[in-house]
């Protein structure tokens, strides 16, 4: 297992659409073990291959709170099939460090995808799970939550990430 580094906007191959599984061998779990490894030490609750560098339809989940066990997501070629009602939880993300916003989701998603095993599931996904799954989902769409705000919060983001990335600098 080891960490993999995560890519941070603007950095441009999370614009890029990621390619679905085609096989699910041993490259993929060692993917995706790193990808859980990551997202644990980082800390989030979700990762997507293309915010570690590899353009292909793979996600982690763990959206456990903290007095909770352990409840690892690995989703390969996942889809969306339905959704329902809207939510504005604030969402953060691992690529765009230091911002947090509110974001139009549905809380309630029915989702496909291939387990580790290649097998085939559905599942029903509410809440913070439901919002995680459209977060991922969307960064193999080269789609940032960001990307979502009103274009007036979008200008605002945009002086505000800056500030962030110059502060980086700064402490580098
Ligand atoms: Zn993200």
């Not at 916003?101 to 580790?116: I, K, M, Y």
């Not at 193999?140 to 600098?169: A, M, W």
Request: proline share 5%.
């Amino acid at each position: 297992m080891a960490l993999r580094r995560i890519l941070h906007y603007p950095e441009p191959l999370l614009r890029q659409v990621s390619q679905p599984v085609t096989d699910v061998d041993d490259e993929i779990r060692e993917l995706a073990r790193d990808m859980a490894e990551t997202m644990y030490a980082a800390p989030g609750v979700g990762l997507a291959a293309p915010q570690v560098g590899v353009l292909k339809r793979l996600i982690v989940l763990d959206c456990a709170r903290q007095d909770e066990e352990a409840q690892l997501i690995t989703a390969i070629n996942p889809e969306i099939l339905a959704g329902e009602g809207e939510i504005n939880e604030e969402e953060g993300c691992l690529s765009v460090p230091g911002y947090y916003a509110r974001v139009a989701r549905r809380p309630q998603v029915r989702v496909r995808f291939l387990n580790l095993e290649g097998q085939r599931v559905e599942m029903d996904a509410e809440g913070l799970l439901a919002v995680a799954f459209q977060h991922e989902i969307d960064h193999l769409d080269g789609v940032l939550f960001v990307d979502h705000l009103s274009s007036l919060k979008k200008s605002l983001f945009k002086k505000k990430y800056k500030k962030i990335l110059e502060q980086k600098q700064e402490e580098l």
